[in-house]
């Protein structure tokens, strides 16, 4: 069995778009104004944004972005930091990791 779906609620349907196609490349197939919007990776996954008031996901929910190696990883820290993003440098823990806050009100992991 594959998981092929996930909805997001978030506080900003169009800035949570614009970051996951921007630094994950994710690809918005249909949108309805600023109150929803569904997006596809490259393996057809599905992630829905649907808008919402307050947005207070736990502590430790968050969507993972692998990436192939270390490098690629502070690639993508060194992308979001010189953006303005406020991210810790990745370190070894579970994996080679860091968090970012995305726009809309959810967390996003970067690993290898």
Do not use: W
């Not at 506080?11 to 596809?40: I, P």
């Not at 192939?68 to 979001?80: A, D, F, K, P, W």
């Not at 370190?91 to 809309?104: D, E, I, L, M, R």
């Amino acid at each position: 069995m594959k998981i092929n779906h996930l909805n997001l609620t978030v506080t900003d349907v169009a800035a949570s778009q614009a970051f996951l196609e921007t630094y994950f490349g994710l690809k918005c197939q249909a949108s309805r104004g600023d109150n929803f919007a569904v997006l596809f990776d490259d393996d057809g996954f599905v992630l829905t944004l649907m808008k919402g008031r307050e947005v207070e996901y736990p502590k430790t929910f968050h969507i993972g972005f692998p990436q192939s190696n270390e490098e690629q990883v502070n690639r993508m820290y060194q992308r979001l930091f010189e953006d303005g993003y406020d991210v810790k440098p990745p370190q070894h823990s579970h994996a080679y990791t860091f968090y970012v806050k995305a726009p809309g009100g959810f967390m996003v992991e970067i690993l290898c």
